[in-house]
């Protein structure tokens, strides 16, 4: 009886203070908006936490990292090490701009140490709003959930017009191509999605190739 009592007011107290948490929403969305101030339109680049130094999307990420701060780009990724600090670590080393959307987690994700603008945040949904709101594409290295959450959050967006078109890049032929795959020949193929959803995307290896599509891209839409 005791137990199903505190159980009751344990619900009780967090209800009366879930309606707080709306100040802590608005002040990750209004640290996000000025974290951006006076900061070069963005491109954000995804890819596992858990990859390795010196593996060789390591280096691909730290290549394209660099080549998009040569460009004047600001980098942004979530912060964090593997692929996201390969990332930031390309874009300190071309002396460019890189913002971190580090999430607090349980594990509690260390950022990197490439950061030259770092923005904490506890909710998803608030970080997720940045890396889209400033950026003028998106690059996405092989990774887990986190970034086929990132990808899919850009097509949903896109595809449904609640975003003007912007660059998806998929790096990694090899590490995407059983995905694709499953699209056409599945989801495609039972009608879940169009034939021009598949042009949403694009799949290119090549840092140099990366950055030229992104740029090539915005020549012709402004």
């Given at each position: 009886m005791q137990k199903k009592r505190r159980k009751k007011l344990e619900i009780?107290?967090?209800?009366?203070?879930?309606?707080?948490?709306i100040f802590r929403i608005m002040s990750e969305f209004v640290d996000?908006?000025?974290?951006?101030?006076?900061?070069?339109p963005g491109v954000s680049i995804f890819g596992s936490s858990r990859m390795k130094r010196g593996t060789k999307?390591?280096?691909?990420?730290?290549?394209i990292g660099y080549l998009i701060a040569k460009e004047g780009f600001t980098v942004i990724t979530g912060g964090g090490p593997g692929a996201m600090e390969a990332a930031n670590r390309g874009a300190m080393e071309a002396k460019g701009r890189?913002?971190?959307?580090?999430?607090?987690?349980?594990?509690?994700?260390?950022?990197?140490?490439?950061?030259?603008?770092?923005?904490?945040?506890?909710?998803?949904?608030?970080?997720?709003?940045?890396?889209?709101?400033?950026?003028f594409a998106f690059v996405i290295l092989p990774g887990g959930f986190?970034?086929?959450?990132?990808?899919?959050?850009?097509?949903?967006?896109?595809?449904?017009?609640?975003?003007?078109?912007?660059?998806?890049?998929?790096?990694?032929?090899?590490?995407?191509?059983?995905?694709i795959d499953w699209l056409k020949d599945t989801v495609l193929k039972v009608d879940h999605i169009v034939a021009e959803d598949m042009k949403l995307f694009k799949i290119i290896d090549d840092p140099v190739d990366v950055v030229e599509t992104i740029k090539k891209f915005y020549k012709q839409h402004t």
């Open positions: 009780k107290e967090k209800a009366e203070l879930d309606p707080w948490k996000g908006f000025e974290g951006f101030n006076d900061l070069a999307y390591y280096k691909v990420a730290r290549r890189s913002v971190g959307l580090n999430i607090e987690l349980p594990s509690e994700q260390k950022h990197n140490a490439y950061i030259t603008n770092l923005l904490s945040f506890q909710y998803f949904f608030c970080r997720k709003v940045m890396f889209v709101k400033h950026a986190g970034t086929m959450d990132e990808l899919y959050e850009a097509l949903t967006l896109i595809q449904t017009g609640r975003s003007e078109k912007f660059p998806v890049i998929l790096v990694g032929k090899e590490y995407w191509q059983g995905m």
